[in-house]
């Protein structure tokens, strides 16, 4: 079964503070995504990377950066943590879709980040 | 108008009943997958579509590729069914997905 773990099920931090959510994929996975989750709005991408050093913005990469050094891990970066930036974060991969056509993103547990 | 639809919003019903979940998208798709998050947070992938039906245990899915319509089928529900149900599609072409906003499914005893 692949797994996909996120660092923390839940962090508090401080408006201003430089956060870094983690998470880590065991299948040799090409894609990894990170997302928030909003009541209301669901799930929307922040950022994705297709390959070891690639990302690509998603929908709402504002206030975000991704590093992507090893296939296995990929970290969402809170450059200075905004109230407005509390949420759910939830992080997935996949299998290349252009290698492998049709594939299933494997989720996280989620990590539920608090900003005061 | 979000790109895809997903109705109802919140569906409560009895132990047993048949449930139904809608999923509608307007732009051309390579597939559809149907997701299932319970209180807590962790997201599964149920299904993975491109056409026709398919069925897991219980649950039901179907897509109509003409009329970009999608609905998830749960027969003989049960309380541990209670959760978010996600519908989302892959663009063609496309490595990202797009989600719905979720149908709040509880099922009570």
Redesign the interface.
Request: hydrophobic share 35%; net charge positive; proline share 4%.
């Given at each position: 079964d692949v797994k996909v773990t996120q660092s923390s099920?839940y962090l508090v931090k401080r408006t201003g503070e430089k956060v870094f959510l983690e998470c880590v994929q065991d299948m040799d996975h090409e894609?990894m995504?990170w997302y928030r989750q909003d009541p209301?709005?669901?799930?929307?991408?922040i950022y994705?990377s297709?390959d070891v050093k690639m990302k690509e913005k998603?929908d709402i990469p504002e206030g975000y950066s991704v590093s992507r050094e090893k296939k296995e891990r990929f970290s969402l970066i809170l450059e200075s943590a905004s109230t407005n930036q509390t949420s759910?974060y939830?992080c997935?991969s996949s299998l290349?879709?252009?290698l492998q056509g049709?594939?299933?993103?494997?989720?996280?547990?989620?990590t539920?980040l608090s900003i005061l | 108008k979000n790109e895809v639809e997903q109705s109802p919003q919140n569906l409560t019903a009895q132990e047993g009943e048949f449930i139904t979940i809608n999923c509608s998208y307007s732009v051309g798709i390579s597939a559809l997958h149907w997701l299932q998050q319970h209180p807590g947070g962790g997201i599964v992938s149920l299904f993975m579509l491109s056409s026709g039906k398919k069925k897991h245990g219980r649950l039901i899915a179907t897509i109509n590729i003409q009329e970009k319509h999608s609905s998830l089928h749960i027969t003989a529900s049960h309380p541990r069914d209670s959760a978010v149900y996600i519908c989302a599609v892959r663009e063609a072409g496309a490595q990202k997905l797009v989600f719905g906003q979720g149908t709040r499914l509880t099922i009570n005893p």
């Open positions: 099920r894609n995504f209301g709005l669901g799930l929307r991408l994705f297709y998603g759910m939830l997935a290349s879709t252009l049709n594939q299933p993103q494997h989720f996280g547990d989620g539920r | -």
